[in-house]
């Protein structure tokens, strides 16, 4: 929320400065992004008057001028702006200045041959607004010399505070000044309610068919008003909060959103159709809103709406429709209280986000509803002139009297600080509280705009950060003498070795958002964990696996020119059975690039990530070398180049091509998924033997062997190794080959066998007896002897 110095001042009778405010704000809780001061870009710039003004010689659309910027010495300028002329008074930018529009610093220069010293500013080289037809035309008496910004007024800070969720009542500039004044900053101005005459009978009536929705709608009409401009101090406290003005009527309920955190709506009475209502709104209603955009409202939202159509997006944002506009002369002003839950859900199932949300959302005073009404309707006479009619109210505000019993020996117990009974009561008086302290426990009520307080510990809070946070006294934790004992769990020190080993093999570690959309999570075997207030719709439950997020990082990184994109990911998926801890891989792009030797580049394939994930299941302490590779994969893998890695009944580890349904913005990836749950407990660490070398020398042989095409390979392996456990020290595959020669149904694998004697040379008949036992063994698997 932006807001100058000026505006806070209305509230608030203060004479600390600027960077006072923000210190005491921070100190407050409210977080200050920033303070920007236009005057401190203005300051080389002053008010000058031009004393001649003469044809270019060399430029028909330039004039020389003789500017007095009050330092007695005329300077000669050359200027193009067409209401350049003798007498005017106007803004200087003297040699050295940065002027901000242009982003330029000025120098001495020579202009078709005439040398001109600085300028004369427009309002957008100032960037003061949109104006640049020609330079400012100050009045006549403005003193030649000064500098423009003070004079102008622009020497006024704008801060920029994020509010926290829980600080509803600081969604207005009054609130701030409120807790500025609770902690000594100055004296709070409350607005005095105006007293307003009995007035004719409004032409519109109003009703609310949703009590929870829109619990209480208030409104009251001005008849006869003329619609023009605000006057220059509204549209400068709107400009400089970051607003465009834009009519009296309007900048009135924009006033009142920023500087008291109470959003308004104005109808033109003549657009309207009936009374209005406010309801849930029906079945394939629509509206063209503020914004310029159509949505498609459903029956879980709370509308206001005439006779013929919808009218209001109940306190998100109104229509195109009854808008007002230069022609409006009867307006309605509404002041509604909406139910926050229904705002919030409204708001991401539409995608609106809007000032009025943000307030309605966090919870508006429910109290302020009827004088915010008033004081807007007062004003609106005051800038429009017309008649006020009687107030119209339908329904009730939530306005309950909430009490708290609360024991002041509570702050040291829970907040660490020791403050004086009387102290206490007079920070909660000061905060807005009522506080009854004839006997313990007291009875404080809490005001109606903070919304945010439940319990004792809210006041304790409310204590501690007026009577200084800086004030709780750091004490460090007890800890044993000596060195400490180690803290990680196994389940740490297993994520940390393979966030290691990862990183090691040339991945990059992600982290993606714990939440994702609706249908993101069907296309990954569907949500279990729905987000009771999501943050948006996009992020609305809770992941049942993180390759969606690996999947859009790694789409982003394609989109901006990466080649090869290589991602992992440790964190947590969930599921109807709880949390599952997960370590994810994602390849994308090229996993060789081109080059004279290889030719063309080589994409990633299943066999890429299934090599990444051996690898982690190994540094795990999985045993590798006893996994079964089965097919079918989970469905948001292809069904013909994916498959899972078991031990036993567990399945440790998924892999392999992504489904065309699941890409996204890529082409193709491979990933995996290893389910660090599933993992067998590693056993306790035996003594490592020492490494003792045969010297004999090895001996390798091939083999071929036909299987049935659908045959793992792997497994084949596996039963070679198992032949001869003492001998066969590897078994790799290097050959797959199906064609000509080879059974139709039937693929060739040849394998490279290494035996490694250990205490005496093999003899022939010694090497014979272990083809013989490999054969066999092959043979249980279906395979036989290639020919």
Same mark, same amino acid.
């Given at each position: 929320m932006k807001f100058p110095l000026s505006w806070l001042k209305r509230y608030l009778d203060t004479d600390a400065g600027a960077a006072e405010l923000a210190e005491a704000m921070t100190r407050l809780g409210l977080e200050v992004e920033g303070i920007d001061n236009p005057a401190e870009a203005l300051a080389p710039f002053r008010i000058a008057r031009?004393?001649?003004?003469?044809?270019?010689?060399?430029?028909?659309?330039?004039?020389? !001028?003789?500017?007095?910027?009050?330092? &007695?010495?005329?300077?000669?300028?050359?200027?193009?702006?067409?209401?350049?002329?003798? &007498?005017?008074?106007?803004?200087?930018?003297?040699?050295?200045?940065?002027?901000?529009?242009?982003?330029?610093?000025?120098?001495?220069?020579?202009?078709?041959?005439?040398?001109?010293?600085?300028?004369?500013?427009?309002?957008?080289? $100032?960037?003061? &607004?949109?104006?640049?037809?020609?330079?400012?035309?100050?009045?006549?008496?403005?003193?030649?010399?000064?500098?423009?910004?003070?004079?102008a007024g622009h020497?006024?800070?704008?801060?920029?505070?994020?509010?926290? *969720?829980?600080?509803?009542?600081?969604?207005?500039? %009054?609130?701030?000044a409120r807790d500025l004044a609770a902690a000594g900053l100055g004296t709070l101005k409350a607005p005095a309610l105006p007293v307003i005459a009995p007035g004719p009978q409004s032409p519109v009536s109003i009703a609310t068919e949703d009590p929870d929705g829109c619990p209480?709608?208030?409104?009251?009409?001005?008849?006869?008003?003329?619609? @023009?401009?605000?006057? =220059?101090?509204?549209?400068?406290?709107?400009?400089?909060? /970051?607003l465009r003005p834009i009519s009296a009527l309007v900048d009135v309920t924009n006033y009142f959103s920023i500087g008291f955190g109470r959003p308004l709506h104005v109808y033109d009475i003549a657009k309207l159709k009936g009374g209005l209502v406010a309801r849930r709104a029906k079945p394939g209603e629509t509206i063209a809103a503020l914004n310029g955009k159509s949505y498609a409202l459903s029956p879980e939202m709370t509308v206001i709406a005439d006779d013929a159509a919808v009218h209001d997006i109940g306190g998100i944002m109104g229509g195109m429709d009854s808008g007002v506009s230069e022609t409006t002369t009867d307006v309605l002003i509404e002041a509604a209280y909406f139910d926050p839950a229904r705002i919030g859900e409204t708001g991401r199932a539409l995608g609106i986000t809007s000032d009025a949300r943000a307030r309605f959302e966090r919870g508006v005073d429910p109290a302020f509803l009827q004088p915010g009404l008033d004081l807007a309707a007062a004003m609106v006479h005051a800038l429009c002139g017309g008649t006020i009619t009687e107030t119209l109210q339908a329904g009730q505000a939530p306005v309950a009297e909430r009490r708290i019993a609360f024991d002041p020996a509570r702050t040291l117990a829970l907040g660490g600080l020791e403050v004086a009974a009387d102290e206490q009561k007079a920070i909660l008086e000061r905060l807005g509280f009522s506080v009854s302290a004839d006997g313990l426990p007291w009875q404080v009520t809490v005001p109606s705009w903070r919304r945010d307080v439940d319990g004792a510990a809210d006041l304790v809070e409310e204590v501690v950060r007026l009577h200084g946070l800086e004030k709780v006294r750091s004490v460090p934790l007890p800890r044993a003498e000596g060195v400490a004992t180690p803290t990680a769990t196994p389940a740490q020190k297993l994520e940390r070795r393979l966030k290691r080993l990862m990183a090691a093999r040339g991945l990059d570690e992600a982290i993606t958002w714990s939440f994702i959309a609706e249908d993101e999570a069907a296309r990954f075997g569907g949500h279990h964990w729905r987000l009771e207030n999501p943050l948006s719709a996009e992020l609305a439950v809770m992941r049942p696996s993180l390759l969606p997020g690996l999947v859009a990082a790694a789409g982003r990184n394609m989109a901006r020119g990466a080649q090869s994109v290589r991602l992992f990911q440790h964190g947590r998926r969930y599921l109807a059975d709880g949390e599952r801890p997960t370590l994810s891989i994602l390849l994308a792009g090229d996993a060789r690039p081109r080059d004279w030797r290889a030719g063309k580049a080589r994409p990633f394939d299943a066999f890429d990530v299934k090599a990444e994930v051996l690898a982690a299941l190994q540094a795990a302490g999985a045993p590798v070398d006893r996994l079964q590779t089965i097919q079918p994969a989970s469905a948001h893998y292809h069904p013909g180049r994916s498959a899972r $890695?078991?031990?036993?009944?567990?399945?440790?580890?998924?892999?392999?091509?992504?489904?065309?349904?699941? !890409?996204?913005?890529?082409?193709?990836?491979?990933?995996?998924?290893? #389910?660090?749950?599933?993992?067998?407990?590693?056993?306790?660490?035996?003594?490592?033997?020492?490494?003792?070398?045969?010297?004999?020398?090895?001996?390798?042989?091939?083999?071929? #062997?036909?299987?049935?095409?659908?045959?793992?390979?792997?497994? $084949?392996?596996?039963?070679?190794? @198992?032949?001869?456990?003492?001998?066969?020290?590897?078994?790799?595959? #290097? +050959?797959? #080959?199906? /064609?000509?020669?080879? *059974?139709? @149904?039937?693929?060739?694998?040849? %394998?490279?066998?290494?035996?490694?004697?250990?205490?005496?040379? $093999?003899?022939?008949? +010694?090497? =014979?007896?272990?083809?013989?036992?490999?054969?066999?063994?092959?043979?249980?698997?279906?395979?036989?002897?290639?020919?």
């Open positions: 031009v004393l001649t003004a003469a044809r270019h010689p060399g430029a028909d659309k330039l004039q020389v !001028l003789t500017v007095d910027a009050g330092d &007695g010495v005329p300077l000669q300028v050359v200027c193009g702006a067409p209401n350049a002329r003798a &007498g005017l008074v106007g803004v200087f930018g003297p040699p050295g200045a940065h002027v901000p529009g242009l982003d330029v610093t000025l120098k001495v220069a020579e202009i078709r041959g005439v040398q001109s010293n600085g300028m004369m500013c427009s309002a957008r080289e $100032l960037q003061l &607004g949109e104006d640049h037809d020609g330079i400012l035309d100050l009045p006549a008496d403005a003193p030649v010399g000064a500098g423009y910004a003070a004079w020497d006024d800070p704008v801060f920029d505070i994020a509010i926290t *969720p829980n600080r509803q009542d600081c969604m207005g500039v %009054y609130g701030v209480a709608f208030h409104a009251r009409a001005v008849l006869g008003v003329a619609n @023009g401009q605000s006057p =220059e101090w509204l549209q400068q406290l709107l400009t400089k909060a /970051g $890695l078991v031990l036993g009944k567990a399945v440790l580890a998924e892999y392999g091509e992504l489904h065309p349904d699941v !890409l996204g913005d890529l082409d193709r990836a491979v990933a995996a998924e290893i #389910f660090l749950d599933s993992l067998p407990e590693r056993r306790a660490r035996r003594a490592r033997p020492v490494f003792n070398p045969s010297s004999l020398q090895p001996v390798h042989r091939d083999f071929a #062997f036909l299987v049935p095409e659908d045959q793992p390979a792997e497994a $084949l392996a596996r039963a070679i190794r @198992g032949a001869d456990k003492a001998l066969i020290v590897d078994v790799q595959l #290097f +050959d797959r #080959f199906a /064609g000509q020669g080879v *059974p139709e @149904g039937k693929i060739s694998l040849a %394998y490279a066998v290494t035996l490694q004697p250990a205490d005496k040379t $093999l003899t022939d008949a +010694d090497i =014979e007896a272990v083809g013989a036992a490999i054969v066999k063994a092959a043979a249980k698997l279906g395979a036989t002897l290639r020919g």
